[in-house]
């Protein structure tokens, strides 16, 4: 899973650099040349669209999501397995829902022809079916860690559950940080 987080992570920087690169050419012949590429705009909203659903899969691997953990480390291991349980049947919910709705999006799409009201006029199904495997990534993401937690929970498991699946503790995001400082 790490691999394919990284390969993920350098996917996500590499549209955002892509899109920064673009975004400075069209600033430059904006203002030098007087022309435009137009469209930066739309490219823009589909790059935040693909990396966002990039990003879920990164936060999720890496316990990044954002949980308010004030009240959690001082609850009993097994109210806090039950919270993270909890918290994975969240996201799984919430990867099959956006799913849906992503694919209602691209049926409407397919059955209008629709195109980018842009300069551009792009057919949206190519944008949209980026977008939608993307969060498809997300969802299969959850759904397997949901599958993780459900039976870590169910057969007792709490501690194991806690280990894999809380928030990160400020410690451990030092400790990870530090380590990455010493890797460069």
Request: hydrophobic residues 50%; charged residues 15%.
């Amino acid at each position: 899973m790490h691999r394919f987080i990284n390969i993920i992570s350098w996917l996500f920087g590499l549209l955002l650099i892509g899109l920064s690169l673009f975004v400075t050419l069209e600033t430059i012949m904006r203002k030098v040349f007087g022309a435009s590429l137009q469209g930066a705009d739309e490219l823009g909203g589909y790059v935040l669209a693909v990396s966002g659903a990039l990003a879920f899969t990164i936060a999720l691997s890496e316990r990044a999501h954002i949980r308010i953990d004030l009240l959690y480390s001082r609850f009993s291991p097994k109210v806090q397995a039950f919270l993270s349980w909890l918290a994975s049947l969240s996201l799984a919910l919430f990867g099959l829902f956006v799913a849906r709705y992503i694919w209602t999006v691209i049926r409407d799409t397919l059955s209008y022809n629709s195109t980018a009201p842009t300069a551009w006029s792009t057919p949206l199904i190519y944008p949209q079916t980026v977008w939608y495997i993307a969060m498809l990534i997300f969802t299969a993401a959850s759904l397997w860690a949901f599958a993780r937690a459900s039976r870590l929970f169910f057969s007792g498991q709490f501690d194991l559950l806690n280990k894999e699946f809380h928030p990160k503790t400020a410690q451990e995001e030092l400790a990870e940080e530090l380590s990455d400082l010493e890797r460069r």
